[in-house]
């Protein structure tokens, strides 16, 4: 079975198609999704496609970018939904350095510290997004997550094989996009051969980021076997071993029975 740790499965892009892609995932094997929150509204969406669709849960939470008019009543209202069942995680947050537009590096790391610290009071794991921020997110893990021992995934890793080793060994589990399977991707192969298989995930981050063979089309949480396929590569294993291994590094970090 296939475990898709990471999607947008409520964005936009899948409005047209949403009905028929969920029969898709249900008669394939792909057993289970994450949808994953950037804000309220997203977040909102998520849940109820989770309390809609068998295969899905949700994360709820601010994405680096939506953080710029934040509040702390808005805040609270988004993780309140954390309440609802088949929430698992907080997520997506974390630093975005990439594009100008973006808020200001000190706010998004007030409202990057202020998500760690609702997930430690509530015993959520935590889904990180880190884009040209590898130095900070780091620092601000290890200052607010790994001592309250807050379960933590990098989303869609990108860094090098030693931040990847540095994030394991203390504690942190790593996922694996397309980009992995693109030609240029040495430095993602790197990094993930330096993880453990047990210390990895796969995800989609669909729509966005679809794997070769699909890059170019909208990705979809089905083509995360072509995640799967490339792990087993660059593992030396077996595609049955990665899709067990990953199957259930996801059922562990999510807290959810195999």
């Given amino acids: 079975m296939l475990f898709d740790s990471h999607c947008h499965f409520t964005d936009e892009g899948f409005d047209g198609i949403r009905p028929e892609l969920a029969e898709q995932i249900r008669s394939s094997e792909l057993a289970r999704i994450v949808d994953i929150g950037t804000d309220l509204k997203t977040s909102l969406?998520?849940?109820?496609?989770?309390e809609t669709y068998d295969f899905c849960w949700a994360a709820v939470g601010y994405h680096p970018a939506e953080v710029g008019s934040l509040t702390e009543e808005e805040l609270a209202k988004c993780l309140s939904l954390c309440s609802r069942k088949r929430v698992v995680a907080i997520g997506?947050?974390?630093?975005?350095?990439?594009?100008?537009?973006?808020p200001p590096r000190d706010v998004q790391q007030h409202w990057f510290r202020r998500q760690l610290q609702e997930a430690a009071r509530l015993g959520m794991p935590v889904c990180i997004?880190?884009?040209?921020?590898?130095?900070?997110?780091?620092?601000?893990?290890?200052?607010?997550?790994?001592?309250?021992?807050?379960?933590?995934?990098?989303?869609?890793?990108?860094?090098?094989?030693?931040?990847?080793r540095q994030y394991v060994k203390i504690g942190a589990k790593i996922s694996f996009a397309g980009p992995i399977t693109y030609k240029n991707a040495r430095r993602n192969v790197e990094a993930a051969d330096a993880v453990d298989l047990k210390d990895l995930l796969i995800e989609t981050d669909s729509p966005y980021l679809a794997p070769v063979p699909m890059r170019g089309k909208q990705n979809l949480p089905l083509?995360?076997?072509?995640?799967?396929?490339k792990i087993a590569e660059i593992k030396g294993v077996s595609l049955a071993e990665a899709e067990d291994a990953t199957y259930r590094n996801?059922?562990?970090?999510?807290?959810?029975p195999y």
């Fill in 223 to 229: 083509y995360v076997r072509y995640v799967a396929e």
């Fill in 129 to 164: 997004h880190s884009r040209d921020a590898d130095q900070d997110t780091l620092d601000i893990l290890k200052e607010e997550a790994f001592p309250r021992k807050v379960p933590v995934l990098m989303h869609c890793f990108s860094g090098s094989p030693e931040l990847a």
């Fill in 92 to 102: 997506e947050i974390g630093l975005d350095y990439h594009w100008e537009d973006n």
């Fill in 45 to 50: 969406k998520a849940v109820l496609a989770s």
């Fill in 250 to 256: 996801a059922c562990d970090f999510y807290r959810l």
